[in-house]
């Protein structure tokens, strides 16, 4: 079993930054790639950005490229999301997950674990 636990949401003016953090219970993920979904008020959960635990591959989707820099610390057993230059369709809740695979996915449906979200408002 895996316990994913998100931290550093938060209420922010369009235009500023907010660092998510997704901090794992156990070590030993080398084969997973990791993932920040999010749910926007009354929408279905979509792909934000991935990467692989041993940190390369990262991937984006295209609404966040330029804006949105997912990293990973080993030492810390942490995914980061580093979001700037927010804009008010960036407000939901956001999710990490984890999939033991490191093929490229997107698919929310296909994800192993997830922790439990951490909600981002970011007000116009």
């Known amino acids: 079993q895996v316990l994913l636990v998100e931290s550093g949401g938060g209420l922010v003016q369009a235009g500023g930054s907010l660092r998510l953090s997704c901090a794992a219970s156990?070590?030993?993920?080398?084969?997973?790639?990791m993932g920040w979904f999010r749910q926007p008020p009354g929408k279905e959960r979509e792909f934000v950005a991935a990467i692989n635990w041993g940190g390369d591959n990262p991937y984006y989707v295209d609404s966040v490229k330029g804006r949105f820099t997912i990293s990973r610390d080993k030492a810390k057993n942490t995914v980061y999301l580093q979001m700037n230059s927010l804009k008010p369709e960036d407000t939901a809740v956001y999710y990490c997950g984890a999939r033991l695979s490191l093929t490229l996915w997107v698919d929310p449906r296909i994800v192993d674990y997830w922790g439990q979200g951490t909600e981002v408002t970011v007000s116009s």
């Open positions: 156990r070590r030993g993920f080398s084969n997973y790639r």
